[in-house]
């Protein structure tokens, strides 16, 4: 082994221990799992309490799952919860007010449309949100700038586009932490790295970022763990706003099955909504 192989040997190595000391700093009560969970099955399972466990009913058996591909943009999932093609095909006991569109002079120089949807009752997967947006002729919000990034969050700067994990929901529950509206980011790479891949729904290259950063404030960031985002290379491949404690302009990656309609029962969980943006006036 020449010295420089010994050098990335150890690099790897400590890598490895660093991985595994964050990892290590959570442990999950019996009987839970959390979003930080790496799956063992081609299954993407979610947080909360495991199925038959807690207060809300599990997923429906593997045996009468649908698994169905769907394309988004340049990334293909695969999902077992329906697509709803436009808004009037969504399920009645789906809530969500669509709010008055606005519009923003991008530093690019031209004009933008942009729509924020709120979800008040049962969940809109970034899957089923991204299909949504396209059958309006829009895509979800891809934010190319600092000024585009700081619009958008002006118009969903409020609580109640929140998501917040509720006391009871796991034994940390994860710290309160809330998941902000759906934006239009999505990774593509078979990679450990969660900076890599990602890519925006509108086409426009990645250039800008805004992932949220680990500050232990104890007010916007009370997770005593390392949370730098993205931190969810290969099971994380969708984002937002978040993943703090408080309304934030910055993101986290999430789950692509976080919130997916119907998932367990719940009203309401892990998502409020999602932006659209429009490169003209819709209609
Ligand atoms: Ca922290
Ligand atoms: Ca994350």
């Known amino acids: 082994m020449t010295s420089k192989h010994i050098l990335i040997a150890l690099a790897t190595s400590t890598a490895l221990l660093a991985t595994q000391a964050v990892a ?23 947080g909360g309490p495991k199925p ?6 599990g997923p429906p058996p593997l045996g009468e799952v649908q698994m169905e591909d769907v394309q988004v943009g340049p990334a293909t999932f695969t ?31 031209d004009t933008h449309y942009y729509e924020v949807v709120l979800v008040n009752s049962m969940n809109i ?15 979800l919000a891809s934010l190319t700038s600092a000024e585009e990034n700081a619009f958008v969050f002006s118009l969903v700067d409020d609580d109640k586009y929140f998501w917040e994990f509720p006391d009871d929901y796991t034994p940390d529950s994860h710290y309160r932490i809330k998941i902000g509206p759906f934006l239009g980011g999505v990774r593509v790479s078979d990679t450990e790295d969660s900076l890599a891949g990602w890519q925006w729904l509108s ?3 990645w250039d800008y970022s805004n992932w949220a950063q680990n500050l232990n404030d104890g007010v916007t960031d009370r997770d005593p763990r390392n949370n730098t985002q993205p931190n969810g290379a ?14 934030v302009p910055t993101w986290g990656d999430y789950w692509d ?22 490169d003209t006036m819709p209609n």
């Open 24 to 46: 290590q700093d959570y442990t999950p009560a019996e009987g839970y799992y959390d979003l930080s969970d790496q799956p063992d099955t081609g299954m993407f399972v979610q």
């Open 52 to 57: 038959g466990q807690g207060k809300l009913s």
């Open 79 to 109: 999902v077992n919860y329906p697509i709803f093609d436009n808004f009037d095909a969504l399920p009645e006991d789906v809530d969500l007010i669509r709010e008055p569109v606005q519009s923003f002079e991008r530093p690019e120089g």
């Open 125 to 139: 997967s970034w899957v089923q949100a991204a299909i949504l947006a396209q059958g309006e002729g829009g895509y």
């Open 203 to 205: 086409g426009e290259p």
């Open 234 to 247: 290969g099971r994380q491949n969708v984002m937002g706003f978040g993943e703090l404690n408080v309304p």
């Open 257 to 278: 099955t976080v919130a997916q309609y119907g998932e367990r029962g719940m009203p309401s969980g892990y998502n409020k909504g999602f932006v659209i943006e429009y």
